[in-house]
């Protein structure tokens, strides 16, 4: 994988005809970490997409590539770690112009950033989409006036998939599977298999993939076990403060019949552990209430470390670089995967549980330590 970023870093060198790439060893800081270019491509890519058209012709003769970038927003450390991550990536330094736009978590400006795109005559245009659906006639816009589209981290529902060249991000629905392999393992070792167990969600943003696979996720769980009741499913739009919200409108409804918190990302596991602790409740694997939580940045696993949240399953951000290697394939006239999915690990806060298996395959859980901790980018 590693050979994957570091092939995408020599193409970019060779098409901008940068001495300075692999001339001395300090103009790699603006490199993107190590670890950054894992995307599995072995894992999902299914079919592969037509070399980039237009657009990609202006950028071919090795000047700088222009990539707008719609961003869903600034809610969570994940999309900080994101945001980041494309912004060193597109950088000039690397021979790209970004033009970023941060939705503010409204399709209605994603929407109308990709408008603005268009009639820039962008070379690419790059969307992290805030849900699902509704990006047809907008993607058929771009595809009419030639520019490739890439979505990444969520995925797109659109009648037809020429609409995107292609799309990098997770599988949401396997973090849902493997979180909740991880809560009825745990369960069972802890000798709680038959019991009575009452679960809260607070989802996040509805229609989004990260949502709708992680709530899938833990919905065939609940449907598998006659002792699992999902006491309430409401959505905490991925943030701190509604993540808080709706844990303390739970707790006034449940009180202490809730047994686990399954929340959808580390910022509303914080806003949920602040509501839990500030009711005179306790949380962790001998406290009142089981935290899980989704995304596993450096605070969020730093909450695994101090026993606040059980299991975190991790949601990689760094995009960037995946992003980049797709627009280097292209600029070089080759094919690309139409989809790719990214490695991702599960953590826990102690070795109870070895390894999770989802549909036959066994993913082996990591128990947050210190040194974990430090040797992640995010
Ligand atoms: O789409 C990825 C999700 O979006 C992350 O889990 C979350 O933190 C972010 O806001």
Redesign the pocket.
Known sequence: MKKKVLAAFMVACMSLGMMACGGSGDTTADAPAADAGTADAGAAGTESAPAADAGAEDSAAGGTITIGFSQ?GA??D??TANSESMKSTFSKENGYELIFDDAQQKQENQIAAIRNFIQQEVDYIVLAPVTETGWDAVLQEAKDAGIPVIIV??MVEVSDDSLFTAWVG?NFQLEGEKAAAWLDAYLTAAGRGEEEINIVDIQ?TIG???QIGRTNGLQAAVDAHDNWTLLAAETGE?TQAKGQEVMESLLKQYGDQIDVVYCE???EAFGAIDAIEQAGYTVGLDGDMIVMS??STNAGLTDVLNTKISCNTE?NPLHGPRVADIIQKLEAGGEVEKEQYVDEEIFAVDGTVATVNVDGVDYEVTVVTQDVIDARAY
Do not use: Q, T, Y
């Open positions: 869903v809610e969570s994940w999309r981290d969520r997770s996040g989004a993939s990260a991925f990302n580390d910022n989704f995304d949601c």
